[in-house]
């Protein structure tokens, strides 16, 4: 960006109301710099009053989205049957794209109990508790996360401040974040018509 | 000393301002001009030396203006900065997706003029390959229109003030209309901005924008929750840039932007606790600075999650 760039091209002329003030004003900083005015050499504001930090609670971790309904519990179908462990074509739960390394429904639901996923030793673990799930196998993402460097944390950055569990952002069944339409491009100068806004808009073209 | 010195200093000031506004009211009362055209504005203090009664006075006439001009209750606070805390700011460039999620939410946070447009953020999409070793900002385009985000190949870097602790911009002003607090946000008193654009030559990442027209923002939109160096509406003829949302971050809330962001992609805090995930960041991540060679010493660090 260089400092030419910025300058107006041919600038609105002045109304004389204007024009006085702005010689009224020239006037009056004369006299008020003469007074002291000037740069200022205090380092804060003074009406600024001590402001003490309060210490930071906990980080709350908010609840995952329940699972839809329509499945949940998965006992009312499942019940008392014992999953069948070959990799197959399923003539039910369509929706369900695997595409997660090359992860079988069983090595994250568990086999006798539906409801349930289940860790490398088959401990059990809550649907609602699902990022322990995978601690499992994406352990290394798991400090950043807990200090709300991987996810997102929302609400006070002192105070109460809310992360989320993995699932919110990531489908365990095909875990890649889902592509967004974007928001609309900023409004190029070319594109803008009133002349004063066209000069607003290459101004902020320029600088980037 | 200090003390006294300071105070004999904006007595003086005053006195002379008192006079002066006779000769001015006189000279500028005129038939024709503006329509509010306001003595006290104009011989309001300047913000780091008003006193805690004439700051509640200013926040008090500035409340009813907008008021009056936007037609719903407004709120200008000017709530100071906590103690230790000096402000920092993360962005991941592993995750961001280019979605422009923050522009909108940071434009409808802080009041920024519709029309004509004014955008604090600026996502530069660049191709991936190009800026495997260094970024050059020219190549990158604010432009890019895809049906999704991320695109094939690209790479997203937005760009807004870099809260820099060796500010040029500041350094340029020749009225000391923009400052750095204590907390080490850059802001600007409107009020005192004459608008010559100095800064604007002065700042490496074109953070800062101008007014050229009275800002458009319809009443229904504008967001009455104001700080007095934040977000209250801006006037023709000013500066203004991104204040990491002064008015919600003075409050302990994050920013705008980092509400907004879908990826988690923000990251923001208090750079003295070594709790925060700035700090966090700053110290098991790889992370750069924009234009570091300038010596600016952004406080707005990039990292790779």
């Known amino acids: 960006?260089?400092?030419?760039?910025?300058?107006?091209?041919?600038?609105?002329?002045?109304?004389?109301?204007?024009?006085?003030?702005i010689v009224g004003i020239a006037v009056l900083a004369v006299g008020f710099f003469a007074l002291?005015?000037?740069?200022?050499?205090?380092?804060?504001?003074r009406a600024y009053p001590s402001r003490p930090l309060a210490p930071e609670p906990e980080p709350v971790l908010l609840a995952p989205p329940p699972v839809d309904d329509e499945f949940f519990p998965c006992e009312d179908c499942h019940e008392g049957e014992s999953a069948d462990p070959?990799?197959?074509?399923?003539?039910?739960?369509?929706?369900?794209?695997?595409?997660?390394?090359?992860l079988w429904c069983l090595d994250c639901h568990d086999r006798d109990q539906r409801d349930l996923l289940h860790l490398s030793d088959d401990s059990p673990v809550e649907m609602s508790e699902s990022w322990r799930l995978c601690t499992r196998c994406h352990a290394k993402r798991i400090p950043d996360w807990r200090a709300g460097v991987h996810g997102k944390r929302t609400g006070y950055w002192s105070g109460r401040k809310e992360y989320r569990t993995c699932v919110v952002c990531h489908d365990p069944h095909s875990p890649l974040f889902k592509p967004l339409a974007p928001k609309p491009p900023p409004i190029p100068a070319s594109q803008i018509h009133s002349p004063t806004a066209t000069r607003s808009a290459e101004m902020n073209d320029a600088g980037h | 000393m200090q003390d006294t010195d300071?105070?004999?200093?904006?007595?003086?000031?005053?006195?002379?301002?008192?006079?002066?506004?006779?000769?001015?009211?006189?000279t500028v009362g005129l038939p024709g001009t503006s329509k509010a055209f306001d003595l006290e504005e104009l011989f309001q203090q300047h913000f780091r030396e008003l006193s805690q009664e004439d700051l509640e006075r200013v926040l008090q006439r500035m409340e009813r203006k907008y008021e009056e001009e936007y037609g719903k209750p407004f709120s200008v606070e000017a709530t100071g900065p906590l103690d230790g805390v000096m402000f920092g700011y993360g962005l991941d460039i592993s995750r961001c997706i280019g979605c422009r999620r923050?522009?909108?939410?940071?434009?409808?946070?802080?009041?920024?003029?519709?029309?004509?447009?004014?955008?604090?953020?600026?996502?530069?999409?660049?191709?991936?390959?190009?800026?495997?070793r260094w970024i050059d900002f020219e190549k990158g385009d604010p432009f890019y229109d895809h049906e999704e985000v991320p695109a094939e190949g690209k790479l997203y870097l937005p760009v807004a003030c870099q809260q820099c602790e060796e500010p040029e911009c500041v350094r340029a002003c020749p009225t000391t209309a923009t400052w750095q607090e204590p907390d080490g946000i850059v802001v600007i008193d409107y009020d005192w901005c004459i608008g010559c654009r100095y800064c604007m030559a002065a700042c490496p990442y074109g953070a800062r924008h101008f007014n050229w027209t009275e800002p458009g923002i319809p009443e229904d939109e504008v967001n009455p929750k104001t700080h007095y160096l934040g977000n209250r509406p801006r006037a023709h003829g000013v500066v203004e840039k991104c204040t990491w949302c002064i008015q919600r971050?003075?409050?302990?809330?994050?920013?705008?932007?980092?509400?907004?962001?879908?990826?988690?992609?923000r990251k923001?805090?208090?750079?003295?606790?070594?709790?925060?995930?700035i700090r966090y960041l700053i110290e098991h991540k790889r992370t750069f600075v924009l234009k570091a060679e300038l010596d600016t010493k952004p406080k707005f660090f990039y990292f790779y999650g």
């Not at chain 2, 003086?12 to 000769?23: C, D, E, H, I, P």
């Open chain 2, 268 to 277: 923001f805090g208090n750079m003295l606790d070594p709790k925060s995930e």
């Open chain 2, 249 to 265: 971050t003075r409050e302990g809330r994050y920013t705008a932007c980092v509400e907004a962001c879908p990826v988690g992609a």
């Open chain 2, 102 to 132: 923050c522009v909108y939410a940071c434009v409808d946070e802080n009041n920024q003029s519709r029309d004509p447009q004014i955008h604090y953020i600026r996502v530069l999409e660049f191709e991936r390959e190009e800026v495997q």
């Open chain 1, 1 to 21: 960006m260089h400092p030419h760039s910025i300058e107006p091209r041919g600038g609105p002329s002045l109304s004389p109301p204007v024009r006085w003030t």
């Open chain 1, 86 to 102: 070959e990799v197959r074509e399923l003539d039910e739960h369509e929706h369900v794209k695997l595409k997660h390394g090359d």
């Open chain 2, 6 to 26: 300071h105070k004999e200093r904006t007595t003086s000031r005053r006195q002379f301002l008192k006079a002066a506004g006779t000769v001015a009211g006189a």
């Open chain 1, 36 to 45: 002291g005015g000037g740069p200022l050499k205090q380092s804060t504001v």
